[in-house]
């Protein structure tokens, strides 16, 4: 080698002295891209200003040390190629066999990222000199966004830490851009970047957001945006969206009745909710308006009042008690009541026979009300006034009335009133003169029914010798009486039916005729009955003879002509 290079200079002073002059020209990238492991080509092209061919060319390929040194990797001539040994590259470097001398390195590492020198020496020709920066790229991973776990307060005067974002094992170093609800939050926000190089030589950035929410801040999303070199491009990728924390004071307290959702009667259970607009909620105390400092037993935001009354009926309230100010909030509950119904007359009433009543029913409510009347199930009037007009002894009877709530069906509440009639008997029948025509020896029923108050006496009086009693003697009902008599007819008769009170009697009059029955010989007498049986029996064998005479006549047996004569003597009897 030392032979070699002796010789070459040798050339070189030759080519001096002869006054042969040229110079070699090098064009070389200013850099190269590459992924991390990939192969990366370092093009190192030259030429010379002459024409001759040069054919002894010096090639040497230096690399950038860390200390900043520049160290040799590669020498090559025209008589032999050499990869210097004892360096980072003595394994993974190649120079093609073209002019352009081009440095070839495999499977390329984080540290490759540096300057390498391409120098040409072609002797007399000169030597020139190109760098190259070879620039290495390997993409993060995934950007990891952490919001703050505890609650953010509106009320911190400066910025505060709201989330971390975090890109990892990237190669060169990454940024990082912060997003609000999509939209990138200016670099006036405070931001605090960590660049950290791994043992491996890749870079973890960490960027911190501070930031001075708001409370509209609670329904924002906050994410964070990496972008990175890769060769011959930018690329970005976004983590996640994350929602945080924001504590603010309560500013409105809102109390409400939760259940139940119709109107509130006595022995209802009631709920009464309450909920402020501030974060974390704040302790909640009930109280009534009119005694503002005595709390009520409540669990949580629920107050719950079992089996209420009307005294329960005023204004409730709910104030917020946190660390900034105390906001109240109220409600207004009235508990609807109905009262037992107020008759009039009470109990029971006496009315005379064709006078008029008007009886009352009502019952003290907290909202309006509606009353209906019912007599034996039967609804018989509407309204609180029941008229009662010509009373007779069907007016008489117990009188219902139903006072109901309209708004709330289930209140209601009843009241019975007994109106009596008053009066002398009356008979039921309009026909109080009866005549009736009855065989003599039968017997007949008459029937008596009377109404009135008191309940009248029956008594019958017969005119006419006659056999009778009396068979059914009872009580319809309080104002009515019934007596049946039960009478022999032996003759013509006449049979009063008195109906009597102490305010009068009525009389009814059954007109009795008796008829004789027309007597004849007995239709099932001996002499007859026997007769009758003959007569059958004779007409009952000229029948069969007949009979017997055709079937004889249809088989041949009897002669045509003895039939004839047969049949004229037929005829004679």
């Given at each position: 080698?030392?032979?070699?290079?002796?010789?070459l200079?040798?050339?070189?002073?030759c080519?001096?002295?002869?006054?042969?002059?040229a110079?070699?020209?090098l064009?070389?990238?200013?850099?190269?891209?590459?992924?991390?492991?990939?192969?990366?080509q370092i093009?190192?092209?030259?030429?010379?200003?002459?024409?001759?061919?040069h054919?002894?060319?010096?090639?040497?390929?230096?690399v950038?040390?860390?200390?900043?040194?520049?160290?040799?990797?590669?020498?090559?001539?025209?008589?032999?190629q050499k990869?210097?040994?004892n360096?980072e590259?003595?394994d993974?470097?190649a120079?093609?066999?073209?002019?352009?001398a081009?440095?070839?390195?495999?499977n390329?590492?984080?540290?490759?990222?540096r300057?390498?020198?391409?120098?040409?020496?072609?002797l007399?020709?000169?030597?020139?000199?190109?760098?190259?920066?070879?620039r290495v790229?390997?993409?993060p991973?995934a950007?990891?966004?952490?919001?703050?776990?505890?609650?953010?307060?509106?009320?911190?005067?400066l910025?505060?830490k709201v989330?971390?974002?975090?890109a990892?094992?990237?190669f060169?170093?990454?940024?990082?851009?912060?997003?609000?609800?999509d939209m990138?939050?200016?670099?006036a926000?405070?931001?605090?970047?960590?660049?950290?190089?791994?043992?491996?030589?890749?870079?973890?950035?960490?960027?911190?957001?501070?930031?001075?929410v708001?409370?509209?801040?609670?329904?924002?999303?906050?994410?964070?945006?990496v972008?990175?070199?890769?060769p011959?491009a930018?690329?970005?990728?976004?983590?996640e969206?994350?929602?945080?924390t924001?504590?603010?004071?309560?500013?409105?307290?809102?109390?409400?009745?939760?259940?139940?959702?119709v109107?509130?009667k006595?022995?209802?259970?009631?709920?009464?909710?309450?909920?402020?607009d501030?974060?974390?909620?704040?302790p909640?105390?009930?109280?009534?308006?009119?005694e503002p400092?005595?709390?009520?037993?409540?669990?949580?935001?629920?107050?719950?009042l079992?089996?209420?009354?009307r005294s329960?009926?005023g204004?409730?309230q709910?104030?917020?008690?946190?660390?900034?100010?105390?906001?109240?909030g109220?409600?207004?509950?009235?508990?609807?009541?109905?009262?037992?119904v107020?008759?009039?007359?009470?109990e029971?009433?006496?009315?005379?026979?064709g006078?008029?009543?008007?009886?009352s029913?009502?019952a003290?409510?907290?909202?309006?009300?509606?009353?209906?009347?019912?007599?034996?199930?039967?609804?018989?009037?509407?309204?609180?006034?029941?008229s009662?007009?010509d009373a007779?002894?069907?007016?008489s009877?117990?009188?219902?009335?139903?006072v109901?709530?309209?708004?709330?069906?289930?209140?209601?509440?009843t009241?019975?009133?007994?109106?009596?009639?008053?009066g002398?008997?009356?008979?039921?029948?309009?026909d109080?003169?009866?005549?009736?025509e009855?065989?003599?020896?039968?017997?007949?029923?008459?029937?008596?029914?009377?109404?009135?108050?008191?309940?009248?006496t029956?008594?019958?009086?017969?005119?006419g010798?006659?056999s009778?009693?009396?068979?059914?003697?009872?009580r319809?009902?309080?104002?009515t009486?019934?007596?049946?008599l039960?009478?022999?007819?032996?003759?013509?008769?006449?049979?009063l039916c008195?109906?009597?009170?102490y305010?009068?009697?009525?009389?009814k009059?059954?007109?009795?005729?008796?008829?004789?029955?027309v007597?004849?010989?007995?239709?099932?007498?001996?002499?007859?009955?026997?007769?009758?049986?003959?007569?059958?029996?004779?007409?009952?064998?000229?029948?069969?003879?007949?009979?017997?005479?055709?079937?004889?006549?249809?088989?041949?047996k009897i002669?045509?002509?003895?039939?004839?004569?047969?049949?004229?003597?037929?005829v004679?009897?």
């Amino acid at each position: 080698m030392a032979f070699n290079r002796a010789f070459l200079l040798l050339l070189h002073a030759c080519s001096l002295t002869c006054g042969v002059w040229a110079k070699v020209e090098l064009t070389m990238e200013k850099s190269i891209e590459v992924y991390l492991h990939d192969s990366a080509q370092i093009p190192c092209q030259y030429n010379f200003t002459d024409d001759n061919t040069h054919s002894l060319v010096m090639i040497q390929w230096f690399v950038r040390a860390a200390s900043g040194k520049r160290v040799r990797i590669y020498y090559g001539d025209g008589m032999s190629q050499k990869v210097d040994e004892n360096t980072e590259y003595s394994d993974r470097i190649a120079i093609s066999e073209q002019q352009d001398a081009q440095l070839i390195i495999q499977n390329v590492k984080l540290s490759d990222d540096r300057e390498f020198f391409c120098q040409v020496n072609g002797l007399a020709a000169g030597t020139a000199e190109g760098k190259t920066h070879l620039r290495v790229f390997s993409p993060p991973e995934a950007p990891l966004i952490e919001g703050v776990l505890t609650g953010i307060s509106v009320t911190n005067e400066l910025p505060t830490k709201v989330a971390t974002c975090e890109a990892r094992y990237g190669f060169p170093k990454a940024n990082i851009t912060w997003y609000k609800d999509d939209m990138p939050l200016l670099p006036a926000h405070p931001l605090l970047v960590t660049l950290t190089t791994e043992p491996t030589g890749f870079y973890t950035v960490q960027s911190e957001l501070q930031y001075k929410v708001t409370k509209e801040d609670k329904d924002s999303h906050f994410s964070c945006e990496v972008s990175f070199f890769v060769p011959g491009a930018v690329r970005t990728a976004e983590s996640e969206r994350i929602s945080i924390t924001v504590h603010y004071p309560t500013t409105k307290v809102e109390l409400w009745k939760d259940s139940p959702r119709v109107p509130v009667k006595e022995g209802d259970t009631v709920e009464l909710r309450c909920q402020g607009d501030g974060n974390p909620p704040p302790p909640l105390v009930f109280s009534r308006e009119q005694e503002p400092e005595v709390g009520l037993d409540s669990s949580g935001d629920t107050l719950v009042l079992t089996e209420v009354t009307r005294s329960d009926t005023g204004v409730y309230q709910c104030r917020s008690q946190d660390e900034y100010d105390t906001v109240t909030g109220d409600v207004q509950l009235t508990v609807h009541y109905l009262d037992p119904v107020v008759m009039m007359p009470k109990e029971s009433q006496i009315v005379f026979r064709g006078d008029s009543l008007a009886a009352s029913c009502n019952a003290l409510s907290s909202l309006d009300t509606f009353t209906v009347w019912f007599k034996d199930g039967t609804l018989v009037g509407q309204g609180h006034t029941l008229s009662l007009q010509d009373a007779t002894y069907d007016t008489s009877g117990e009188y219902v009335c139903k006072v109901t709530i309209p708004a709330l069906p289930d209140l209601h509440t009843t009241g019975t009133v007994h109106i009596i009639v008053q009066g002398a008997p009356q008979l039921n029948d309009e026909d109080k003169d009866v005549a009736l025509e009855e065989a003599e020896g039968r017997l007949v029923n008459l029937s008596c029914e009377a109404h009135g108050h008191p309940l009248p006496t029956i008594s019958w009086n017969i005119v006419g010798s006659q056999s009778w009693h009396e068979v059914v003697v009872n009580r319809a009902n309080e104002n009515t009486a019934h007596s049946v008599l039960s009478v022999n007819v032996t003759s013509d008769f006449r049979a009063l039916c008195n109906a009597s009170n102490y305010m009068g009697t009525e009389i009814k009059a059954f007109s009795i005729k008796a008829i004789q029955m027309v007597t004849s010989a007995a239709p099932d007498s001996p002499a007859e009955g026997n007769g009758v049986i003959i007569a059958v029996v004779i007409l009952f064998i000229l029948l069969l003879a007949t009979l017997v005479l055709y079937f004889l006549h249809k088989k041949g047996k009897i002669p045509c002509g003895r039939s004839r004569e047969q049949e004229s003597k037929w005829v004679e009897l």
